[in-house]
């Protein structure tokens, strides 16, 4: 295989990993503070099929249902993907100190996805309390640290 096919590979590997810690992490904090799911992956997936002019098919529970499904693919398609593109840079040479490595795929994680729901006026960060930056934070560094070390170490 190829240098880049690899990289992506291995990438998309680590970004499945990263994926599990960030849906972990999210998990136990909705168990632990006995909070609810956060309806904005799923009103970003109606905005986007607005905006695109691709309609859920569906009523009623049947397209709340598939909205949900969607919302939650989305989100793993972004961290898998996100690792696919660390794996590639790595693949070409970018060799970053860990804590830059976990920051930067912590950081794109989270830019991936707050920045479409920003831009689709689903949520607006700058409003956020302490608590809620937090709660969005973590699962994002989770993200990071899981997805920058499996993918040093397939790829040492």
Known sequence: MTRPVTGLLYGAA????????LNTVGYLDMA??????????????????????????????EKENRVAGLAALTGIAAGIGLGALLGLVRAE????????A???AGFGARLGTDAP?????VTDPRTWSAKDRIADIVPHLAYGVVTAAVLERLDP
């Open 117 to 121: 729901m920003t831009v689709l006026k």
């Open 14 to 21: 680590a970004g499945a990993a990263g994926t599990t810690a």
């Open 32 to 61: 632990w503070r006995a909070r609810p799911a956060s309806g904005t992956p799923r009103a970003t997936v109606e905005k986007l099929s607005q905006a695109m002019h691709l309609p859920i098919p569906g009523h009623g529970a």
């Open 102 to 104: 976990y920051a930067t």
């Open 93 to 100: 040479g970018w060799r970053p100190s860990r804590l830059i």
